[in-house]
């Protein structure tokens, strides 16, 4: 393969900037199957529903975590979703201390699934065009790849 790294004649596998472009190009073809969305719904907001309607009901602190934002952020992000009907606060007894949960709303979930629908149509189309082997390979290595857990540095 081309695009394969060798380093002192061990196969290395692929250049990850190979790796990079190719995802970069395909996650660009995946956003542009919700353009109708734009100026609409930010993306911001988009992401956060995906995560939240994957998780089912997650506190502000995991949602905070998965965006890579402050609580803050997350706060303020969550204020305007709730106003668009995306997203819904509870509270919960939990323990001795009140917790506070996110969950997607009925009007959240069907934009997700719509979302996701989107995705997996341009997806099946891109498969569609690779042989079966070709998908097999491809398949087992983002298997592979979901596999690997960050290498967490002691400081």
Same mark, same amino acid.
């Given at each position: 393969?081309?695009?394969? $790294?060798? @380093?002192?004649?061990?196969?290395?596998?692929?250049?990850?900037?190979?790796?990079?472009?190719?995802?970069? =190009?395909?996650?660009?073809?995946?956003?542009?199957?919700?353009?109708?969305?734009?100026?609409?719904?930010?993306?911001? @907001?988009? $992401?956060?529903?995906? *995560? *939240?309607?994957?998780?089912?009901?997650?506190?502000?602190? $995991?949602?905070?975590?998965?965006?890579?934002?402050? @609580?803050?952020?997350?706060?303020?992000?969550?204020? =305007?979703?709730?106003?668009?009907?995306?997203? =819904?606060?509870?509270?919960?007894?939990?323990?001795?201390?009140?917790? *506070?949960?996110?969950?997607?709303?009925?009007?959240? @979930?069907?934009?997700?699934?719509? *979302?996701?629908?989107?995705?997996?149509?341009?997806?099946?189309?891109?498969?569609?065009?690779?042989?079966?082997?070709? $998908?097999?390979?491809?398949?087992?290595?983002?298997?592979?790849?979901?596999?690997?857990?960050?290498?967490?540095?002691?400081?």
């Amino acid at each position: 393969m081309e695009h394969d $790294r060798v @380093q002192d004649g061990a196969d290395c596998g692929p250049d990850p900037a190979f790796v990079e472009a190719e995802f970069s =190009r395909l996650w660009g073809r995946l956003e542009r199957a919700t353009d109708e969305l734009s100026g609409t719904v930010p993306a911001s @907001q988009l $992401r956060a529903l995906l *995560i *939240i309607d994957d998780s089912g009901v997650l506190p502000p602190s $995991r949602l905070a975590a998965a965006l890579g934002m402050s @609580q803050s952020g997350v706060g303020r992000l969550c204020d =305007r979703m709730a106003a668009a009907g995306l997203l =819904r606060r509870s509270e919960l007894a939990a323990g001795t201390r009140r917790e *506070i949960t996110l969950a997607a709303t009925a009007a959240g @979930q069907r934009l997700a699934g719509w *979302i996701r629908g989107r995705r997996r149509a341009v997806l099946a189309r891109e498969l569609g065009s690779m042989s079966a082997a070709g $998908r097999q390979a491809l398949a087992r290595g983002l298997g592979e790849l979901a596999a690997v857990r960050p290498k967490v540095s002691a400081s």
